[in-house]
């Protein structure tokens, strides 16, 4: 399960509190009737599912309610940040994300939850 | 290739077993092949096979960066059934359906399919609702499904508790006879041997890094590494990692990868008849041959390719399968592990050609492609080989999501996803 940092909240609370809500920064066309259906399909079905470095959105659904933004690393689904909705991508530093590729934290420990969130 | 038989057990019982030859060499990969189809699962190496012994081209290689049948093909719960809604499903499934109750023979290597049935619980007006419009569309289509009362579900497998003050009460239950399981790793065995006896190269630890194409766009063949290795047409069917293979064709399709989690319990003697599902509880269970018990659990609700998942989740399905079978209580569960799946928008599969020359690709096929192997397999292979889909295999094409003709099973698939 993995621990969340609401940026609203500004408190890591667990997933269960959350709900995933799909890629973040997807722009909805200003015209939607006008555009041709290819352009319709990627806008509404094509995702990037990235392995490593992903953009996504997640609702703090059981907490404040809002929605969110977050990077995470897919491979070890290590959040490397979280902000706030409205505000653009944000880029992650380089250091932070070779970091997180080197740790691949895929099991969590009591140490990287507990004792973090103590 | 020697044949497996009675007489050759009794052979090499005589001669200490030194006889037995090894099931499929691993041969340095050519510089070129007809062929390349990614990915060394069920789906890839049986189209390997299908390529080889129905359409006569042999020059081909399957490509995979693990090692064989250690991806999905490995790691399902190895239900077997072909009880879906629409027609574009139940075509395929079936198709695959038919073939696994001739396979062991035809591949003269036991898969150990055994139709031992497939009982969906119905918990809820609802869910009953929805089974029974399943039945009738799948007798319609002339596809095995039938209704039962609680008692005879309960005549049909012993340790369900259909009490009335059950935590999850039971309405009654879908039942499709031919349904049950196979042996996984066999499957994938199995089509290798046949495989590499009609020539195909299998080719392992070898990861493709790159699609290279030529000047009108059309494949070249694939970056590995172990070296470009040249192809006139490739096959992707790399299931989670499907959406990073066809990026690197600049190909990208509707997929998300979730994890999704199995467990299986000590061995038991057999207590277990068939396989049961519940969508509402979210819940799977059957008994392997050694007798484990092997149970499934959901997917996560985020994209990862961490093969593992959240703890939750399988606690959910412990807690439902207890309550189904309060028998089950006080069994140690022994292993879990997780698979990458990758779930299209209108849960169906996808299997067809791509906008770039000579690009095949067979993904989608989310929680449920091990029951597809032999026919998704079979209808790939005529799809590689002809340029175009098979009539049964026709409305899963990539183009769907253009066209809008959506094939809705997301709310008719067997378990919620």
Known sequence: ?118 | MRKYSVFAIAREAMRAHKGWEAQWTSPEPRSAYDVVIVGAGGHGLGAAYYLAKEHGITNVAVIEKGWLGGGNTGRNTTIIRSNYLYEESMDIYEHSLKLWEGLSQELNYNVMYSPRGVMMLSHNVHDQQSFKRHINANRLYGIDNEWLTPEQAKAYCPPLDISKTARYPINGAALQRRGGTARHDAVAWGYARAAADRGVHIIQNCEVTGIRRGPNGEVQGVETNRGFIGAKKVGVSAAGHSSVVMEMAGVRVPLHSTPLQALVSEPLKPIFPCVVMSNTVHAYISQSDKGELVIGAGTDQYNSYSQTGGLQIITHTLDAICELFPIFRRVKMMRQWGGITDNTPDRSPIQGVTPVPGLFVNCGWGTGGFKATPGSANLFAHLIARGEPHRLAAGLNLDRFRTGRLIDEAAAAAVAH
């Open chain 1, 1 to 118: 399960m993995l621990l969340i940092h609401c940026p609203y909240c500004e408190e890591d609370r667990s997933e269960l509190e959350f709900r995933w809500a799909g890629e973040a920064h997807i722009a909805r066309p200003e015209n939607i009737a006008a555009i041709t259906d290819e352009e319709f399909a990627e806008y509404f079905f094509l995702r990037n599912n990235e392995k490593g470095l992903t953009y996504e959105r997640w609702r703090h659904i059981h907490g404040c309610g809002r929605f969110f933004n977050a990077a995470r690393d897919t491979v070890s689904d290590r959040f490397l940040m979280t902000y706030k909705a409205g505000l653009p991508k944000q880029s992650i530093p380089p250091a932070e994300e070779a970091t997180a590729v080197a740790e691949e934290k895929t099991v969590e420990t009591w140490e990287a939850t507990e004792g973090d969130a103590r």
